[in-house]
């Protein structure tokens, strides 16, 4: 008789989110599969750095909230949970909720080569369920470019482009953020 692999019942989200709590490590919680996340080389903590502090200076007296790297944002119900490279959230309901935002209105990801496919493709299609999300930008440092995704009223997203010759505008906090200051230190 061969053994056969065990299968793992799938977690709920409550599930998750009690395990979470106690672990030593982040992880994202996709469809019942947790998935532990990998650290970052220090250009990527840097550009997230920079990012991070021009966004909580420029929010500075407003509701909104501006976070890195560790805060949860659910996405899609209870069936995905990320920890986005930054999130800004201006929400009352969020500012209740101390270990998940549910609704955020920009996600920044710095991208990362082993995750940039899936930064563009799946979980850009998780985030896009978020009703409250307004920009969706990913920053690409080798190439010096963000790409902002922008929701429209009738609910498409629309890609602006920027490069280092163009600050990257973040309608929905109204900042423009210059390549200098986005990648200063790398």
């Avoid at 899609?76 to 929400?91: E, G, I, K, L, R």
Wanted: hydrophobic letters at 40%.
């Amino acid at each position: 008789m061969s053994a056969l692999p065990q299968a793992h019942p799938a977690l709920t989200a409550d599930d998750y989110l009690a395990w979470e709590a106690t672990q030593p490590e982040r992880h994202e919680f996709v469809d019942g599969e947790t998935f532990a996340m990998a650290g970052a080389e220090d250009r990527h903590v840097t550009v997230t750095g920079n990012l991070y502090m021009a966004l909580r200076q420029h929010l500075r007296g407003t509701p909104c909230r501006t976070f890195m790297a560790d805060m949860k944002v659910q996405a899609q119900a209870d069936s995905s949970y990320f920890y986005p490279d930054v999130v800004v959230t201006c929400s009352a309901a969020d500012a209740d909720s101390r270990l998940v935002k549910r609704e955020p209105r920009l996600i920044v990801e710095v991208l990362s080569p082993g995750t940039e496919a899936y930064d563009r493709g799946e979980k850009f299609q998780r985030y896009r369920h978020i009703a409250s999300l307004e920009e969706y930008a990913l920053v690409d440092i080798e190439h010096r470019r963000v790409d902002v995704f922008r929701k429209l009223p009738e609910g498409l997203w629309v890609l602006h482009p920027f490069d280092a010759t163009t600050p990257a505008t973040f309608a929905s906090v109204d900042l423009a953020l210059d390549a200098d200051t986005l990648y200063a230190e790398i």
